[in-house]
C-alpha cells in the first residue's frame, strides 16, 4: 500500500517536473523561467526524498541538502540578476 503510493507520487512528481521544464523552455519571461526553475529543484529534492524512503536508506540526505542549498543559491543569484542586471557588485574606492 505504502510502495504504491510512494510510486504514485513518484509518477507525479515526474510529469510536474516535466511540465516546469515546458515552463522553462517557453516561458514568456524570465520571471516565469526562474520560479519554474526553482519548481523543478524542490521536486527534486522532494523526488529523492521519497526514493530514500522507498529504499529504506538515508544515503541520499546528503544529496537533498546539497540539491536545496543549490537550489536556493540559484534563485536568489537569478532574482538579483533581473533586479540589478548584474550578479556581482564591483565598488571603486574613488
Do not use: H, N, W
Not at 70 to 83: D, G, N, P, R, V
Request: proline residues 2%.
Amino acid at each position: 500500500m505504502i510502495q504504491g503510493m510512494l510510486t504514485a507520487a513518484l509518477v507525479l512528481y515526474g510529469i510536474s517536473i516535466c511540465i516546469s521544464v515546458f515552463r522553462i523552455i517557453i516561458g514568456p519571461s524570465l520571471p516565469d523561467r526562474i520560479v519554474a526553475l526553482d519548481m523543478v529543484g524542490v521536486m527534486l529534492v522532494s523526488s529523492i526524498a521519497i526514493v530514500s524512503v522507498m529504499l529504506t536508506t538515508t544515503a541520499f540526505l546528503e544529496v537533498i541538502l546539497i540539491l536545496a542549498i543549490l537550489a536556493f543559491i540559484s534563485t536568489i543569484a537569478f532574482s538579483k540578476y533581473i533586479e540589478r542586471g548584474t550578479i556581482l557588485e564591483y565598488r571603486r574606492d574613488d
